[in-house]
């Protein structure tokens, strides 16, 4: 049963600290979303890779946000420094999209928490 | 963009009674239409879509109707059970070939037993 993984699971840090959240997209797909979610905003997007190039990251703070791929399998996301405001669950998510369709089913990880103090 | 509203934002029905939650899209050209599901603690996984060539695509207890001359799809869990509780999410993408799909808002449905 193929999943998406993403660790930690859990993460709390001090503000300032730098914080990496990994993930695995599922082996196959060629589409990596990165999502912030919380109460307030719902689920946000924050960055889109398809064939581990960043397409869109309009919705990232570029400041202190980066998205990356190293390889096929490994997304990153990180941030630096880190503020109590980007205290939220942040998820990956990974699909196939193929030509001639415009779009496809996405595949959530569980989520990284992150709490900032 | 594209833009996607959800309603009701929560919904709380009595063990086996209906729920239909309802999303209204922008795109006339959005031809996918996913529904997904989220339980405490986890990430969403998605339960039923529909492709804009079908009205109704039925799975068991749940089914999503898409009325694409009025821009709305719906989503229908039958015989609802307490398992059923979570946030329910819709989405559809938007043309011209960005394959990133707009989420609702989200639907809380609790299921009272």
């Known amino acids: 049963d193929a999943r998406v993984t993403q660790t930690p699971r859990d993460k709390v840090t001090e503000m300032g600290q730098e914080v990496t959240m990994r993930c695995q997209p599922i082996l196959g797909h060629n589409t990596v979303f990165w999502y912030r979610q919380t109460m307030m905003q719902g689920l946000e997007l924050l960055a889109y890779f398809r064939n581990r190039a960043p397409l869109d990251d309009s919705g990232m703070p570029k400041d202190r946000f980066s998205a990356e791929m190293p390889d096929a399998t490994l997304a990153t996301l990180k941030i630096q420094p880190s503020e109590p405001r980007d205290s939220a669950v942040y998820f990956c998510?990974?699909?196939?999209?193929?030509?001639?369709?415009?779009?496809?089913?996405?595949?959530f990880g569980p989520g990284t928490r992150l709490t900032v103090l | 963009g594209e833009n996607v509203e959800q309603h009701p934002s929560t919904l709380s029905v009595q063990e086996g009674d209906s729920a239909v939650i309802k999303c209204t899209y922008s795109?006339?050209?959005?031809?996918?239409f996913p529904w997904y599901k989220q339980e405490l603690g986890k990430g969403p996984q998605l339960i039923i879509d529909i492709r804009s060539n079908v009205g109704e695509k039925k799975d068991q207890r749940i089914a999503v109707t898409l009325n694409k001359t009025a821009k709305h799809f719906s989503l229908h869990i039958t015989e609802t059970q307490p398992e059923d509780s979570a946030v329910y999410f819709c989405?559809?993408?938007?043309?011209?070939?960005?394959?990133?799909?707009?989420f609702g808002r989200g639907t809380s449905l609790i299921v009272h037993p």
């Open positions: 989405a559809a993408p938007p043309s011209g070939g960005s394959y990133i799909p707009t």
């Open positions: 998510a990974s699909g196939l999209v193929l030509a001639g369709l415009s779009t496809d089913t996405q595949y």
């Open positions: 795109d006339s050209a959005s031809n996918y």
